[in-house]
């Protein structure tokens, strides 16, 4: 990795030839000024960099930072930052650091393209009108959205406590959920099913799910579903049961 160095005597600033090239320079050309480098940070990042350098002069700590720097071209590259005291005067007092930097800018486009894409799905699910859940291995939840909530009348308390998904089910329809959940762990297609669902008060009301598991990579380590309330289509059913009976009655 590309390491750099600094000297608080001539508060110069000394590097190998690999860290000039990340930021678009020729190393024989680089600049050693502490206050350019300083000034070549992100506005944004700034503060908490020197801060950071401070104290670790102050301290003798290791510290290590994410932020950003521009390069030659003008743009912006993320860069990793780990930096330790190896000099100190006949007082004790430090006078230099040394540490290594990475270019970690594709990691955090990466991060980024995470976020932003966790974000749509958020949004996407809070539209719905069905309740959308998410879980760990284990079935507790990670995720609600508004509708959920709305629902079943469970708190965001309730799920940072550790509420599962199967603790929305009937109690008679649990054992058969969690059944059903272990298999889509394993790999296999379900499809959907029916089931009573069960709100924070005791009420129940029929729903069908549909659940997959949330993989990472070739290991399952969750569930995503969406949970339907068909409580009007029973209605309609028995609706058109009943009639049915009238007419072979008449």
């Keep these: 990795r590309p390491v750099v160095g600094y000297d608080g005597d001539t508060r110069e600033i000394t590097v190998s030839p690999e860290y000039p090239k990340i930021i678009g320079y020729d190393p024989s050309k680089f600049s050693s000024s502490l206050q350019e480098w300083i000034e070549n ?26 932020y ?10 993320w860069i990793r930052s780990t930096g330790k005291i190896v000099g100190y005067d006949s007082e004790g007092i430090p006078l230099r650091m040394t540490g290594t930097h990475a270019d970690i800018s594709e990691r955090k486009r990466v991060e980024e393209a995470l976020i932003e894409s966790q974000e749509r799905f958020r949004q996407l699910a ?6 959308i859940f998410e879980t760990n291995d284990a079935g507790v939840l990670t995720f609600l959205n508004r509708n959920g909530f709305e629902r079943f009348g469970f708190s965001d308390e309730d799920v940072r406590s550790g509420l599962t998904c199967y603790e929305l089910f009937s109690s008679e329809d649990r054992a058969r959920a969690e059944e059903k959940a272990h298999r889509i762990m394993n790999g296999e297609k379900i499809g959907l099913a029916e089931y009573r669902a069960r709100r ?20 399952a380590v969750g ?28």
């Design 200 to 219: 924070r008060d005791g009420s129940t009301f029929p729903v069908i799910l549909h659940s997959s598991a949330k993989a990472h990579g070739d290991q």
């Design 223 to 250: 569930l995503r579903g969406i949970l339907i309330d068909i409580t009007e289509t029973k209605k309609l059913e028995a609706q058109l049961r009943q009639a049915h009976k009238m007419e072979a009655v008449g």
């Design 41 to 66: 940070i992100h506005p944004q990042d700034r503060d908490a960099v020197v801060k950071a350098y401070r104290e670790s002069l102050q301290t003798g700590e290791t510290r290590r930072m994410e």
């Design 126 to 131: 809070e539209l719905l009108p069905e309740t």
């Design 68 to 77: 950003r720097r521009r390069t030659k071209t003008g743009e912006w590259k």
